[in-house]
Protein backbone atom coordinates (compact mmCIF):
# COMPACT_ATOMS: atom_id res chain seq x y z
CA UNK A 1 0.00 0.00 0.00
CA UNK A 2 1.26 3.30 -1.14
CA UNK A 3 1.76 6.05 1.08
CA UNK A 4 2.92 8.91 -1.12
CA UNK A 5 2.72 12.43 0.15
CA UNK A 6 0.43 15.28 -1.77
CA UNK A 7 1.18 19.63 -0.32
CA UNK A 8 -1.98 22.01 -0.05
CA UNK A 9 -1.02 24.67 -2.97
CA UNK A 10 0.55 27.64 -0.33
CA UNK A 11 2.76 30.49 -0.25
CA UNK A 12 6.31 30.24 0.56
CA UNK A 13 6.43 29.98 4.42
CA UNK A 14 6.58 33.67 5.78
CA UNK A 15 9.38 34.87 8.14
CA UNK A 16 7.01 34.27 10.92
CA UNK A 17 6.92 30.95 10.49
CA UNK A 18 10.29 30.42 9.89
CA UNK A 19 10.91 32.14 13.62
CA UNK A 20 8.44 29.98 14.95
CA UNK A 21 10.02 27.35 13.64
CA UNK A 22 13.31 28.59 15.40
CA UNK A 23 12.11 29.25 18.57
CA UNK A 24 11.05 25.02 18.98
CA UNK A 25 14.72 24.32 19.00
CA UNK A 26 15.59 27.03 21.21
CA UNK A 27 13.05 25.98 23.75
CA UNK A 28 13.96 22.09 23.35
CA UNK A 29 18.18 23.23 23.98
CA UNK A 30 17.32 25.07 27.17
CA UNK A 31 16.86 22.29 29.12
CA UNK A 32 18.62 19.44 26.94
CA UNK A 33 21.82 21.51 26.35
CA UNK A 34 21.69 22.10 30.40
CA UNK A 35 21.33 18.38 30.57
CA UNK A 36 24.16 17.61 28.77
CA UNK A 37 26.48 19.93 30.35
CA UNK A 38 25.76 19.44 33.56
CA UNK A 39 24.06 16.43 34.26
CA UNK A 40 26.78 14.18 35.23
CA UNK A 41 28.35 16.87 37.33
CA UNK A 42 25.33 16.71 39.43
CA UNK A 43 24.59 13.14 39.57
CA UNK A 44 28.80 12.44 40.52
CA UNK A 45 29.50 15.50 42.28
CA UNK A 46 25.92 16.48 44.31
CA UNK A 47 24.11 13.57 44.53
CA UNK A 48 27.05 11.74 45.23
CA UNK A 49 26.93 8.54 42.63
CA UNK A 50 29.77 6.56 41.54
CA UNK A 51 30.64 6.87 37.44
CA UNK A 52 29.95 3.14 36.91
CA UNK A 53 26.53 4.19 38.33
CA UNK A 54 25.88 7.17 36.25
CA UNK A 55 27.00 5.39 33.16
CA UNK A 56 24.62 2.60 33.89
CA UNK A 57 21.62 4.69 33.96
CA UNK A 58 22.56 6.76 30.61
CA UNK A 59 22.74 3.09 29.11
CA UNK A 60 19.83 1.99 30.13
CA UNK A 61 17.87 5.09 29.17
CA UNK A 62 19.19 4.77 25.88
CA UNK A 63 18.51 1.09 25.83
CA UNK A 64 14.97 2.01 26.16
CA UNK A 65 14.95 5.00 23.67
CA UNK A 66 16.15 2.13 20.92
CA UNK A 67 12.68 0.89 21.20
CA UNK A 68 10.37 4.13 22.58
CA UNK A 69 11.79 6.20 19.52
CA UNK A 70 10.99 4.03 16.68
CA UNK A 71 7.97 2.91 18.28
CA UNK A 72 6.50 6.82 19.04
CA UNK A 73 7.89 7.81 15.00
CA UNK A 74 5.24 4.99 14.08
CA UNK A 75 2.42 6.06 15.96
CA UNK A 76 2.96 9.87 15.39
CA UNK A 77 3.17 9.41 11.80
CA UNK A 78 0.03 6.88 11.85
CA UNK A 79 -2.12 9.75 13.70
CA UNK A 80 -4.75 11.42 11.93
CA UNK A 81 -6.07 14.32 13.47
CA UNK A 82 -7.32 18.06 12.30
CA UNK A 83 -4.87 19.74 13.48
CA UNK A 84 -2.09 17.41 12.11
CA UNK A 85 -0.25 14.42 12.64
CA UNK A 86 2.66 15.94 14.89
CA UNK A 87 1.57 19.28 16.34
CA UNK A 88 -0.77 17.80 18.95
CA UNK A 89 1.79 15.95 20.93
CA UNK A 90 3.43 19.41 20.80
CA UNK A 91 -0.08 20.59 22.76
CA UNK A 92 -0.63 18.11 25.02
CA UNK A 93 2.97 17.02 25.99
CA UNK A 94 4.89 20.18 26.60
CA UNK A 95 4.35 20.39 29.78
CA UNK A 96 5.20 17.13 31.03
CA UNK A 97 8.61 17.43 29.22
CA UNK A 98 9.12 20.87 31.43
CA UNK A 99 8.51 18.77 34.49
CA UNK A 100 10.54 16.22 33.80
CA UNK A 101 12.97 18.42 32.89
CA UNK A 102 12.82 19.84 36.23
CA UNK A 103 12.58 16.56 38.46
CA UNK A 104 15.48 14.99 36.94
CA UNK A 105 17.79 17.86 38.85
CA UNK A 106 16.07 16.93 41.82
CA UNK A 107 16.84 13.99 44.80
CA UNK A 108 15.63 12.41 47.32
CA UNK A 109 18.75 11.69 48.72
CA UNK A 110 19.88 8.02 50.22
CA UNK A 111 19.98 4.39 49.24
CA UNK A 112 16.93 5.09 46.60
CA UNK A 113 19.31 8.52 45.04
CA UNK A 114 20.13 6.04 41.92
CA UNK A 115 16.27 4.63 41.20
CA UNK A 116 15.05 8.04 41.74
CA UNK A 117 17.65 9.33 39.21
CA UNK A 118 17.04 6.32 36.22
CA UNK A 119 13.45 7.26 36.64
CA UNK A 120 13.26 10.70 36.28
CA UNK A 121 15.65 10.88 33.35
CA UNK A 122 14.42 7.56 31.29
CA UNK A 123 11.04 9.80 31.56
CA UNK A 124 12.37 12.71 30.40
CA UNK A 125 14.16 10.90 27.65
CA UNK A 126 10.53 9.38 26.75
CA UNK A 127 8.68 13.18 26.91
CA UNK A 128 11.94 14.57 24.65
CA UNK A 129 10.81 11.88 22.15
CA UNK A 130 6.97 12.90 22.08
CA UNK A 131 7.89 16.79 21.71
CA UNK A 132 11.02 16.78 19.94
CA UNK A 133 10.32 13.86 17.40
CA UNK A 134 7.40 15.78 16.51
CA UNK A 135 9.07 19.33 16.36
CA UNK A 136 11.72 17.87 14.08
CA UNK A 137 8.85 16.21 11.69
CA UNK A 138 7.24 19.28 11.12
CA UNK A 139 9.77 20.39 8.65
CA UNK A 140 9.34 17.69 6.55
CA UNK A 141 5.43 18.33 6.11
CA UNK A 142 5.12 21.98 6.25
CA UNK A 143 6.10 22.82 2.86
CA UNK A 144 7.48 20.67 -0.38
CA UNK A 145 9.63 23.73 -1.79
CA UNK A 146 13.42 22.53 -1.11
CA UNK A 147 14.45 26.33 -0.21
CA UNK A 148 11.87 26.57 2.53
CA UNK A 149 13.13 22.95 3.77
CA UNK A 150 16.53 24.54 3.96
CA UNK A 151 15.27 27.97 5.58
CA UNK A 152 13.86 25.61 8.45
CA UNK A 153 16.57 24.23 8.87
CA UNK A 154 18.91 27.25 9.34
CA UNK A 155 16.12 28.91 11.51
CA UNK A 156 16.59 26.04 13.93
CA UNK A 157 19.89 25.70 13.81
CA UNK A 158 20.27 29.38 14.52
CA UNK A 159 17.20 28.85 17.40
CA UNK A 160 19.92 26.16 18.43
CA UNK A 161 23.00 28.07 18.78
CA UNK A 162 21.30 31.01 20.18
CA UNK A 163 20.23 28.94 22.86
CA UNK A 164 23.12 27.39 23.39
CA UNK A 165 25.39 30.27 23.52
CA UNK A 166 22.79 32.18 25.82
CA UNK A 167 22.58 28.93 28.24
CA UNK A 168 26.31 28.40 28.04
CA UNK A 169 27.23 31.58 28.81
CA UNK A 170 24.36 32.44 31.57
CA UNK A 171 23.53 29.09 33.69
CA UNK A 172 27.37 29.69 35.67
CA UNK A 173 26.62 33.22 36.41
CA UNK A 174 23.03 32.08 37.80
CA UNK A 175 23.93 28.80 39.59
CA UNK A 176 27.09 30.68 40.68
CA UNK A 177 24.76 33.51 42.38
CA UNK A 178 22.62 30.60 44.24
CA UNK A 179 25.24 28.90 45.27
CA UNK A 180 26.81 31.64 46.08
CA UNK A 181 30.57 30.57 44.91
CA UNK A 182 31.42 30.56 41.37
CA UNK A 183 32.21 26.78 40.02
CA UNK A 184 30.86 25.89 43.11
CA UNK A 185 27.65 23.91 42.68
CA UNK A 186 24.92 22.83 45.02
CA UNK A 187 21.68 20.88 44.56
CA UNK A 188 19.87 24.18 44.82
CA UNK A 189 21.58 26.29 42.16
CA UNK A 190 21.11 23.23 39.42
CA UNK A 191 17.25 22.92 40.68
CA UNK A 192 16.67 26.27 40.56
CA UNK A 193 18.52 26.95 36.92
CA UNK A 194 16.60 24.07 35.46
CA UNK A 195 13.50 25.24 36.49
CA UNK A 196 14.09 28.86 34.64
CA UNK A 197 15.06 27.14 31.46
CA UNK A 198 12.03 24.86 31.78
CA UNK A 199 9.20 27.25 32.60
CA UNK A 200 10.45 29.33 29.28
CA UNK A 201 10.56 26.39 27.02
CA UNK A 202 6.75 26.11 27.24
CA UNK A 203 5.08 29.22 25.81
CA UNK A 204 8.01 29.08 22.73
CA UNK A 205 6.73 25.81 22.15
CA UNK A 206 3.18 26.76 21.90
CA UNK A 207 4.77 29.34 19.82
CA UNK A 208 5.62 27.05 17.20
CA UNK A 209 2.46 25.06 17.74
CA UNK A 210 0.46 28.25 16.70
CA UNK A 211 2.59 29.13 13.92
CA UNK A 212 3.67 25.86 11.83
CA UNK A 213 1.19 23.94 10.34
CA UNK A 214 1.48 20.77 8.70
CA UNK A 215 0.27 21.02 4.51
CA UNK A 216 2.11 17.57 3.08
CA UNK A 217 0.03 14.56 4.37
CA UNK A 218 -0.40 11.23 3.10
CA UNK A 219 -2.54 10.38 0.12
CA UNK A 220 -3.61 7.16 2.11
CA UNK A 221 -4.94 9.37 5.14
CA UNK A 222 -6.16 6.94 7.85
CA UNK A 223 -4.74 3.99 5.70
CA UNK A 224 -1.52 3.79 7.12
CA UNK A 225 0.81 0.89 5.76
CA UNK A 226 1.84 -1.78 8.16
CA UNK A 227 4.64 -0.80 10.76
CA UNK A 228 7.07 -3.76 9.41
CA UNK A 229 6.68 -2.23 6.25
CA UNK A 230 7.78 1.02 7.51
CA UNK A 231 10.26 -0.13 9.43
CA UNK A 232 11.57 -2.03 6.07
CA UNK A 233 11.60 1.21 4.68
CA UNK A 234 13.72 3.22 6.94
CA UNK A 235 16.33 0.53 7.12
CA UNK A 236 16.57 -0.45 3.51
CA UNK A 237 16.95 3.84 2.94
CA UNK A 238 20.72 3.81 2.41
CA UNK A 239 21.32 8.06 2.47
CA UNK A 240 18.90 7.82 5.71
CA UNK A 241 21.22 4.99 7.19
CA UNK A 242 24.40 6.72 6.30
CA UNK A 243 22.96 10.06 8.51
CA UNK A 244 22.33 7.96 11.50
CA UNK A 245 25.97 6.18 11.25
CA UNK A 246 27.27 9.95 11.09
CA UNK A 247 25.54 11.81 13.25
CA UNK A 248 25.98 8.50 15.91
CA UNK A 249 29.87 9.41 15.76
CA UNK A 250 29.37 13.11 15.63
CA UNK A 251 26.72 13.28 18.63
CA UNK A 252 29.03 11.02 20.79
CA UNK A 253 31.69 13.59 20.10
CA UNK A 254 29.76 16.57 20.17
CA UNK A 255 27.84 15.79 23.44
CA UNK A 256 30.05 13.27 24.80
CA UNK A 257 32.77 16.25 25.24
CA UNK A 258 29.85 18.64 26.48
CA UNK A 259 28.65 15.74 29.20
CA UNK A 260 32.48 15.78 30.35
CA UNK A 261 34.18 18.97 29.88
CA UNK A 262 33.29 20.96 33.06
CA UNK A 263 35.60 17.95 34.66
CA UNK A 264 38.36 18.79 32.42
CA UNK A 265 38.17 23.09 33.20
CA UNK A 266 37.41 22.56 37.00
CA UNK A 267 39.93 19.55 37.87
CA UNK A 268 42.29 19.23 34.83
CA UNK A 269 42.69 23.01 33.77
CA UNK A 270 42.35 24.02 37.81
CA UNK A 271 40.00 27.09 36.48
CA UNK A 272 36.57 26.84 37.51
CA UNK A 273 36.05 30.47 37.63
CA UNK A 274 36.19 30.49 33.77
CA UNK A 275 33.72 28.13 33.47
CA UNK A 276 31.13 30.53 32.18
CA UNK A 277 34.05 31.30 29.56
CA UNK A 278 35.43 28.23 28.03
CA UNK A 279 31.48 26.97 27.97
CA UNK A 280 30.10 29.88 26.23
CA UNK A 281 33.08 30.42 23.84
CA UNK A 282 32.96 27.10 21.64
CA UNK A 283 29.17 27.83 21.23
CA UNK A 284 29.66 31.47 20.01
CA UNK A 285 32.50 30.38 17.74
CA UNK A 286 29.80 27.87 16.21
CA UNK A 287 27.37 30.45 15.03
CA UNK A 288 30.16 32.68 13.43
CA UNK A 289 31.42 29.04 11.59
CA UNK A 290 27.99 28.26 10.63
CA UNK A 291 27.08 31.79 9.56
CA UNK A 292 30.50 31.64 7.06
CA UNK A 293 30.46 28.91 5.38
CA UNK A 294 26.41 28.45 4.49
CA UNK A 295 27.31 29.61 1.55
CA UNK A 296 29.63 27.42 0.74
CA UNK A 297 27.33 24.63 1.83
CA UNK A 298 25.91 25.40 -1.34
CA UNK A 299 28.58 26.21 -3.34
CA UNK A 300 30.92 23.21 -2.43
CA UNK A 301 28.15 20.88 -1.61
CA UNK A 302 27.40 19.42 2.12
CA UNK A 303 29.51 16.06 2.00
CA UNK A 304 32.80 18.32 1.31
CA UNK A 305 31.61 21.34 3.85
CA UNK A 306 31.12 18.93 6.51
CA UNK A 307 34.33 16.10 5.78
CA UNK A 308 35.92 19.67 6.55
CA UNK A 309 34.13 20.31 9.74
CA UNK A 310 34.94 16.92 11.23
CA UNK A 311 38.64 17.15 10.47
CA UNK A 312 39.05 20.52 12.00
CA UNK A 313 37.33 19.42 15.33
CA UNK A 314 38.73 16.26 15.38
CA UNK A 315 42.41 17.41 15.06
CA UNK A 316 41.60 19.93 17.16
CA UNK A 317 40.45 17.78 20.22
CA UNK A 318 43.80 15.71 19.48
CA UNK A 319 45.90 18.89 19.82
CA UNK A 320 44.29 20.37 22.99
CA UNK A 321 44.72 16.70 25.01
CA UNK A 322 48.84 17.09 24.13
CA UNK A 323 49.02 21.30 25.11
CA UNK A 324 49.51 22.17 28.95
CA UNK A 325 46.01 22.54 30.23
CA UNK A 326 47.22 25.80 32.46
CA UNK A 327 48.27 27.58 29.05
CA UNK A 328 45.11 29.51 29.49
CA UNK A 329 46.24 31.65 26.27
CA UNK A 330 45.93 28.84 23.92
CA UNK A 331 43.37 26.96 25.57
CA UNK A 332 41.31 29.63 24.69
CA UNK A 333 42.43 30.02 21.12
CA UNK A 334 41.89 25.85 20.93
CA UNK A 335 38.68 25.62 22.00
CA UNK A 336 37.46 28.44 19.77
CA UNK A 337 38.69 26.99 16.82
CA UNK A 338 37.17 23.77 17.82
CA UNK A 339 33.88 25.84 18.59
CA UNK A 340 34.15 27.09 14.87
CA UNK A 341 34.63 23.66 12.88
CA UNK A 342 31.38 22.29 14.80
CA UNK A 343 29.46 24.37 11.90
CA UNK A 344 29.01 20.88 10.64
CA UNK A 345 25.88 20.25 13.51
CA UNK A 346 23.34 21.23 10.91
CA UNK A 347 24.50 20.01 7.78
CA UNK A 348 23.48 15.83 8.63
CA UNK A 349 20.01 17.72 9.80
CA UNK A 350 19.76 19.04 6.31
CA UNK A 351 20.44 15.64 4.73
CA UNK A 352 17.39 14.15 6.51
CA UNK A 353 14.61 15.19 4.28
CA UNK A 354 16.08 14.25 1.23
CA UNK A 355 16.56 10.74 2.70
CA UNK A 356 12.97 10.88 2.89
CA UNK A 357 12.14 11.52 -0.63
CA UNK A 358 14.79 9.56 -1.51
CA UNK A 359 12.89 6.54 -0.29
CA UNK A 360 9.76 7.90 -1.59
CA UNK A 361 10.68 8.13 -4.62
CA UNK A 362 12.28 5.10 -4.95
CA UNK A 363 9.64 2.90 -3.49
CA UNK A 364 6.25 4.88 -2.64
CA UNK A 365 6.32 4.88 0.94
CA UNK A 366 7.22 8.24 3.14
CA UNK A 367 8.13 7.45 7.31
CA UNK A 368 8.71 11.27 8.18
CA UNK A 369 8.12 10.11 11.86
CA UNK A 370 9.95 6.86 11.77
CA UNK A 371 12.83 8.72 9.80
CA UNK A 372 13.37 11.20 12.03
CA UNK A 373 13.19 8.50 15.25
CA UNK A 374 16.25 6.95 13.39
CA UNK A 375 18.04 10.37 13.66
CA UNK A 376 17.06 11.08 16.92
CA UNK A 377 17.90 7.91 18.27
CA UNK A 378 21.33 8.94 17.25
CA UNK A 379 21.82 12.23 19.00
CA UNK A 380 20.38 10.42 21.99
CA UNK A 381 22.85 7.60 21.66
CA UNK A 382 25.30 10.07 21.33
CA UNK A 383 24.33 12.00 24.08
CA UNK A 384 24.07 9.51 26.70
CA UNK A 385 26.93 7.26 25.90
CA UNK A 386 29.37 9.84 25.15
CA UNK A 387 29.22 10.61 28.66
CA UNK A 388 28.82 7.12 29.53
CA UNK A 389 31.78 6.12 28.47
CA UNK A 390 33.70 9.17 29.79
CA UNK A 391 33.04 8.51 33.08
CA UNK A 392 33.54 4.52 32.84
CA UNK A 393 36.96 5.30 31.94
CA UNK A 394 37.44 8.27 34.77
CA UNK A 395 35.99 6.29 37.16
CA UNK A 396 38.08 2.81 36.51
CA UNK A 397 41.11 4.91 36.72
CA UNK A 398 40.25 6.42 40.03
CA UNK A 399 37.98 10.05 39.59
CA UNK A 400 35.53 10.55 42.87
CA UNK A 401 32.84 12.94 42.86
CA UNK A 402 33.05 14.13 45.71
CA UNK A 403 36.82 14.37 46.67
CA UNK A 404 38.79 17.44 46.98
CA UNK A 405 41.35 16.30 45.06
CA UNK A 406 42.11 13.96 42.25
CA UNK A 407 44.50 11.46 41.54
CA UNK A 408 47.28 12.13 38.26
CA UNK A 409 45.80 8.86 37.13
CA UNK A 410 42.56 10.50 37.70
CA UNK A 411 43.49 13.40 35.74
CA UNK A 412 44.72 11.81 33.18
CA UNK A 413 41.69 10.08 32.51
CA UNK A 414 39.56 13.21 32.10
CA UNK A 415 42.08 14.63 29.52
CA UNK A 416 41.62 11.56 27.69
CA UNK A 417 38.15 11.53 27.69
CA UNK A 418 37.19 15.03 27.07
CA UNK A 419 39.60 15.28 24.27
CA UNK A 420 41.78 12.90 22.43
CA UNK A 421 38.90 9.69 22.51
CA UNK A 422 36.45 12.25 21.19
CA UNK A 423 38.74 14.04 18.91
CA UNK A 424 38.96 10.59 17.09
CA UNK A 425 35.20 10.19 17.20
CA UNK A 426 35.13 12.81 14.93
CA UNK A 427 37.26 11.66 12.23
CA UNK A 428 34.87 8.55 12.39
CA UNK A 429 32.57 10.18 11.18
CA UNK A 430 34.37 10.51 7.92
CA UNK A 431 33.27 6.90 6.85
CA UNK A 432 29.43 7.23 6.51
CA UNK A 433 29.85 10.64 5.23
CA UNK A 434 32.24 9.28 2.43
CA UNK A 435 29.38 6.57 1.47
CA UNK A 436 26.73 9.36 1.77
CA UNK A 437 24.96 8.88 -2.56
CA UNK A 438 23.23 12.53 -2.73
CA UNK A 439 24.06 15.62 -3.46
CA UNK A 440 22.09 18.49 -5.23
CA UNK A 441 22.01 17.37 -8.86
CA UNK A 442 20.07 13.74 -7.19
CA UNK A 443 18.16 15.67 -4.83
CA UNK A 444 16.94 17.89 -8.19
CA UNK A 445 16.13 14.77 -10.11
CA UNK A 446 14.08 13.17 -7.31
CA UNK A 447 12.08 16.20 -6.32
CA UNK A 448 10.95 16.90 -9.75
CA UNK A 449 10.13 13.04 -10.16
CA UNK A 450 8.13 13.34 -6.90
CA UNK A 451 6.11 16.48 -8.19
CA UNK A 452 5.32 14.35 -11.31
CA UNK A 453 3.80 11.40 -9.35
CA UNK A 454 1.67 13.76 -6.99
CA UNK A 455 0.49 15.76 -10.36
CA UNK A 456 -0.81 12.34 -11.79
CA UNK A 457 -2.34 10.97 -8.83
CA UNK A 458 -3.97 14.28 -8.55
CA UNK A 459 -5.31 14.31 -11.80
CA UNK A 460 -6.47 10.35 -11.81
CA UNK A 461 -8.28 11.33 -8.38
CA UNK A 462 -10.25 14.24 -9.83
CA UNK A 463 -10.81 11.96 -12.78
Not at 322 to 329: A, K
Request: with cysteine.
Amino acid sequence: MSNQSTAVSAPRLSKRVLFAYGCGDFASNLTNTFMGSYLSVFYTDVVGLLPAVVSAIMIIARVWDAINDPMFGAIAERTNTKRGRFRPYIFYFTPFLALAAVLTFTTIGGSGAAIYAAITYIAYGMLFTVVNLSYGSLSTVMTTNPEDIAQLTSWRMMGTNLSSVILSAVSPIIMGAISGEAGNFNATSYTVTILIYAVVSVPLFYFVYANCKETVKPVNAGKPIPISQSLKAVVTNKPLMLVFAMMLFAMFATFGRLGVVLYYIMYVMGKPQYISLFMSLPSIMTVIGIFLTKNYVIKWGKKRVAAIGYIGSGITLIIIYFVSPTNLPVQLVLHAIYGFFCFTIPIPMSMIPESIDYQEDRIGVRTDGLAYAATSLSTKIGNAFGPAVALLIMGAFGYVGTAQQQTAEALASINFSANLMFGIFYLLALIPLAFYPLNAEKNAKIRASLDAKMAAKNAEQKG
